[in-house]
């Protein structure tokens, strides 16, 4: 079944090969109460140049899917199951099953993160130049000084800023500033997918946009993807080709941007594009009511069941599945035929 | 200092400024010379918007007593803020009331939510017994949305972001304030959630008369609940009015700038269509002439040279920029014709809208 989530190649830039292969991956949290399943099955392709995005409420499960792909889950957060391929010129690699070793190898080469709260994800004692000596000569041993400072001076510019950012500690840099300075550590070693986690979320809209448009320009200058990871429908519908909306610990929508938009067919994706305040009216308010269901030891059927008007008594009994319900779209709910499995 | 018998303000702030740091190094100036207020006789619905360290906050904390101005008085019921003492404070602190941004951080993990209600209703002896402190506390609930019987008893960790949120909401109308600060309530909050905040905010609004101070940076939510709009940009005004046209036509190239950067839920809709480069200035704002000015687009010479004066460009709305002002009949914006606003910037808002405006 989780073949058909990334089945067909359509649209544009889906002509292009996957980079990265995520294959019914599953997270457990282990807690006194039970087993929290984070991340259940979640499966999807990320090609080649583009800029796929993950939306989703807290707890849906779509950062850890993000920090799986890092293998950054700490205890008591486990992979237990699924495949995460990187594809490359010599094959793919399992970034589930590599040693710790060949992962920090990968990591900022290969695949980096732009994290969450760039705030705190800079080290205060340390100065920004610091942070590219360690990132560089982790990978890089050999590199001098003088090529590392040259090299970092570069990085800074393309991410608009001075130079002189380089001396200076990370509070006296604003936000927006230390947000830019994580995305030029990032992109440091030229890495072919960029995984950014909410990396404007505690940013204000113009700062924001500045980032986002930052973060377009050197993803197009280095041929990288990017998967973008956030719960702003309006930033998302700014910056990605194709998006998955995650709930639950499961992906229940995939769809090119264009397509989700126009038609959305999950009803949770349906409830989230409508939920947008908008400059159209005034004095309307939809939210999505109730509240996300508890992933202990969550029961058979759609998770979605007691927040979806359109929820039928099959819901309770038979988990959805994720299937094409348009050509270049698939969404896991009952009312497409195609998501009720044949055999249960 | 008796000014009680002419204001018919509920909470005034005259002349406001706020200067961080060494003023004789220049400091830092958060707010600038602001005279704003928020009337008795009517509920009113104001947003404050900016980018970060555009004073929204320090505002906020002013009108809240926490910090005393640098310069300007706040008053309360025609009552210098910082004079009030015993009883009058209490007064003070249960009818002008605060939500915050992070719902995560304003509750103590220890005790549960029952608890919270419980200290503003023994504080201000709201409830003669335990029981009457009960059925307030579920009516605070039930007002804004949530089910008594699966909130009380619980510990504030077992709560959604959003589900906090609410209860900080029912916390401050548990007190029937005649006023409401909500600064940054939903940015906190999953998109998904922040509409039923928001509504919930409209409806204590209508429904109870308090008027709501809205601080915020995302214009759409601005745009949906609230009747004003005050623009400001590093503690000066930019423009103030009416909601509906500074919103749909802005007059200042800041609140342009703002609504263009604003991330459009439509992907066949460019980012940022508008001519107004997002450049960020990190720099202290220049005292000298227009703040904005180094960012500006239309930038002219004498928008260096002078602060413009807060033009009233139209009934319901003014503008601190001289670009309006020279369209108006002349080149020279010295020369405009465009009348000022002085004094209280909330004479540029129309008159209240009738509490009976249907929502929803």
Known sequence: ?344 | MSTATQSTNLLEMRNVSQIFGDPTQGGTVALDDLTFSIASDKPTFTSVVGESGSGKTTLARILLGFQNPTKGQVLYEGQNLADLKGQSLRHFRREVQAIFQDPFEVYNPFYKIDHLLDVPIKKFKLASSRKEARVLMEEALSAVGLRPDETLGRFPHQLSGGQRQRITVARAMLLKPRVIIADEPVSMVDASLRATILETLRKLHEDLGISMLYITHDLTTAYQVSDNILVLYKGRVAEVGDVVPVIKQPTHPYTQLLVSSIPLPDPNRRWGENVVEAVVDDRPASRVGCAFAPRCPHAMPICTEAPPPLYRTEDYRAASCYLPATHHGTTDAAQSTLPVVTGDITQTFPPARPATTPVG
Do not use: W
């Open chain 1, 1 to 344: 079944m989780m073949q058909t989530a990334h089945a067909n190649a359509p649209r544009n830039a889906s002509d292009r090969p996957a980079i990265l292969t995520v294959d019914d991956l599953h997270v457990h949290f282990q807690t006194n109460r039970g087993i929290v399943k984070a991340v259940d099955g979640v499966s999807f392709d990320l090609r080649e140049g583009e800029r796929f995005g993950l939306v989703g409420e807290s707890g849906s499960g779509k950062s850890t899917t993000a920090l799986s792909i890092m293998r950054m889950i700490k205890p008591p957060g486990r992979i237990v199951g699924g495949k995460m391929l990187l594809h490359g010129k010599g094959g793919s690699t399992d970034l589930a099953q590599i040693s710790n070793e060949r992962v920090r190898e990968l990591r900022l080469s290969s695949v980096s993160l732009i994290p969450q709260g760039s705030m705190n994800s800079l080290n205060p004692v340390r100065r920004v130049r610091d942070h590219f000596d360690d990132s560089i000569l982790a990978h890089e041993p050999k590199m001098t000084k003088s090529a590392i400072r040259e090299r970092a001076a570069e990085l800074l510019t393309m991410v608009g800023l001075s130079r002189d950012v380089e001396k200076l500690y990370p509070h006296e840099l604003s936000g927006g500033m230390k947000q830019r300075v994580c995305i030029a550590l990032a992109i440091t070693l030229e890495p072919r997918v960029i995984i950014a986690d909410e990396p404007t979320s505690a940013l204000d809209v113009v700062v924001q946009r500045r980032i986002m448009e930052t973060l377009a320009s050197i993803q197009q200058k280095l041929g990288a993807s990017v998967l973008l990871v956030g719960h702003d429908m309006g930033l998302l519908a700014q910056f990605v080709d194709r998006l998955g909306v995650m709930y639950a610990g499961k992906l229940v929508e995939v769809g090119t941007i264009h397509e989700i938009f126009a038609a959305p067919k999950h009803p949770y994706t349906q409830m989230l594009i409508s939920s947008l305040p908008t400059l159209a009216e005034r004095g309307v308010f939809r939210g999505v009511p109730g509240i996300p269901p508890s992933l202990l030891n969550a029961p058979d059927g759609c998770l979605f069941y007691d927040r979806c008007p359109r929820h039928m008594d099959i819901c309770r009994q038979v988990t959805p599945v994720l299937a094409d319900v348009a050509p270049h779209q698939q969404a896991a709910c009952h009312l497409y035929p195609q998501s009720t499995p044949t055999s249960s």
